[in-house]
């Protein structure tokens, strides 16, 4: 091949790498979300009278979670009512979880989690935050953002629309990447898992690549050998 250098083999071998990681690394569908910006703000302190909402449509089946990013106002204690919402036709109630306000508030992040859903590819959902009315919370609140945080769904305060969105990712088996599905297998009878059988094998075959790139190079620069000079007669 003309011009064919070293180098070129050695980029071939990396970008072919490169483009595996990055297909491991991907998810196999985007969820909803939206990530804490610039542009985050506080909602209303949560009560029995205050109700946040967002909602969001999924692109997949199974969604089992919401991740929201709530705080710490003030002291914080009673209880937290979650309801979701299917509102694709109409208001179906299909999940409810009550949590303790301080539960929420212990790491930076809270995952509500629930049953998986089996049919919510292309369903619309809705998810109310709200205090409970017999042990009403106190000194929490929810982060969200102002504009189009996420363009299939909108932050709701007592059932009004803003202009604004929630924090928050969905759950569901396709947002995992092909690595966390793989490195999640079960181990099998010899105590190892297939998954990362699967894993060595791919990054044996990428080390066979190279060394295929590296003898072909090495027999394309290789002069053929010199024919002995005939004696003289």
Not at 111 to 140: I, K, N, Q, W
Not at 142 to 160: C, H, M, S
Not at 197 to 209: C, E, H, K, R
Not at 210 to 215: A, H, S, T, V
Request: a neutral charge; proline letters at 9%; one cysteine or more.
């Amino acid at each position: 091949m003309p011009g064919w250098r070293p180098q070129a083999s050695t980029a071939i071998w990396w970008a072919v790498g490169l483009c595996g990681v990055a297909a491991l690394a991907l998810p196999q569908t985007f969820l909803p979300s939206n990530h804490a910006g610039l542009r985050r703000f506080v909602t209303p302190e949560l009560a029995p009278d205050t109700v946040v909402a967002q909602t969001f449509v999924m692109p997949a089946d199974d969604v089992s979670g919401v991740t929201l990013m709530p705080v710490a106002i003030g002291p914080v204690s009673g209880y937290v009512r979650f309801e979701l919402h299917d509102v694709t036709d109409g208001d179906q109630f299909v999940r409810v979880r009550e949590v303790p306000a301080a539960a929420l508030v212990s790491t930076s992040s809270y995952t509500l989690e629930f049953a998986p859903l089996d049919d919510s590819e292309g369903r619309r959902y809705r998810l109310d935050v709200m205090g409970l009315r017999s042990d009403p919370p106190r000194g929490v609140a929810l982060v969200a953002t102002k504009g189009v945080g996420y363009a299939d769904g909108t932050l709701l305060f007592n059932e009004r629309e803003r202009w604004a969105d929630l924090v928050f990712h969905t759950l569901a088996p396709a947002g995992r990447s092909s690595w966390t599905r793989l490195t999640s297998v079960p181990a099998g009878p010899w105590g190892v898992s297939r998954g990362y059988v699967i894993l060595a094998t791919l990054a044996s075959y990428w080390i066979l690549l190279g060394l295929i790139l590296r003898m072909l190079w090495t027999a394309r620069e290789t002069p053929p050998a010199t024919p002995p000079a005939s004696a003289p007669r």
